[in-house]
């Protein structure tokens, strides 16, 4: 299902942390966000800190309403898009099987804690022995193309633009997530969360995407395209499996309520050779997209 969402629909699902740290701000000061917009509010806010913190502070207040002025511009002309599959899932050892498309996938090397088992997503699905389907959700989510391009001359309305767009995707995704759960696969049909509970992931299931540290192989996004047709929401794929538009997302969503993150974390030269087999590359081939991950 493909979704089209105005930029100011989307604008409150954004996440500012993550904003304000690709322009060099710590948390405290992506707080402004959350602050009502009137002078007294804000300058209520700027007393909390520090006199030393306080032009920092008036950066990031700055740098929200310069952020916001931008939203507004891009809202007249571009609109965000995301499109996503519910797909009959099933595991076979560490492999997902989604739609019969076969999703090789990696096992945790390194635990969170010290009991409890070394995971891997597949482990959050339906055996295939069982005779019963699951589900699993495949997704992306893409800004329009023509954003990339604005403002090349003006370096910091062209960063500013950047930064925005990479926002949007994620809060594009988080609002769709929103009603798969909801609605469209229905699994938590009374979920009642505010956004500031959503950003801070008190849902049922995950959204692991691709490139994440469950699942680090960018060349999954082949295999996603041909579950997605991600060209049908202007995205395509280079030949190393990155996406373009650069602010895009996408990978699978899961709602078994046992499901959690996980980092994979460094493999061993025996796990890199069966895991290329279970992708049908070679070697070599493998390594490449998995060189933060070998030992």
């Excluded at 060099?24 to 209520?44: E, K, L, T, V």
């Excluded at 339906?126 to 989510?141: C, Q, V, Y």
Aim: proline share 5%; with cysteine; net charge negative.
């Amino acid at each position: 299902m493909i979704q089209q969402h105005k930029i100011h629909d989307v604008v409150p699902y954004i996440n500012w942390i993550y904003f304000f740290h690709a322009w060099g701000f710590q948390p405290r000061f992506a707080a402004i966000a959350n602050i009502h917009g009137c002078d007294s509010c804000r300058a209520s806010w700027l007393t909390t800190f520090p006199e030393e913190d306080r032009p920092k502070a008036s950066e990031a207040m700055q740098l929200l309403k310069e952020a916001n002025r931008m939203l507004d511009l891009l809202d007249r002309d571009y609109e965000v898009k995301t499109i996503f599959k519910l797909c009959k899932a099933n595991s076979n050892g560490d492999n997902l099987i989604l739609d019969g498309i076969t999703f090789p996938l990696l096992r945790q090397q390194v635990k969170k804690r010290e009991s409890g088992p070394f995971l891997c997503l597949s482990d959050f699905v339906r055996p295939l022995s069982s005779g019963i389907s699951d589900t699993i959700g495949a997704f992306a989510s893409s800004i329009d193309a023509d954003m990339q391009g604005l403002y090349e001359q003006d370096p910091y309305k062209h960063l500013l633009v950047q930064t925005l767009s990479d926002r949007l995707a994620e809060a594009a995704t988080e609002k769709m997530h929103e009603y798969v759960r909801k609605e469209a696969w229905g699994y938590a049909k009374d979920e009642n969360l505010s956004i500031p509970e959503l950003l801070v992931e008190n849902y049922q299931g995950i959204r692991p995407a691709v490139g994440y540290p469950s699942l680090p192989d960018q060349s999954i996004n082949f295999l996603l395209d041909e579950l997605l047709d991600m060209k049908q929401i202007g995205i395509t794929l280079t030949g190393n499996g990155a996406m373009y538009p650069h602010a895009s997302v996408c990978g699978l969503m899961f709602a078994h309520p046992a499901s959690e993150y996980f980092s994979v974390g460094k493999i061993g030269e025996d796990q890199l050779i069966d895991y290329a087999a279970r992708r049908n590359k070679s070697v070599e081939e493998v390594r490449k997209f998995l060189a933060a991950n070998l030992q």
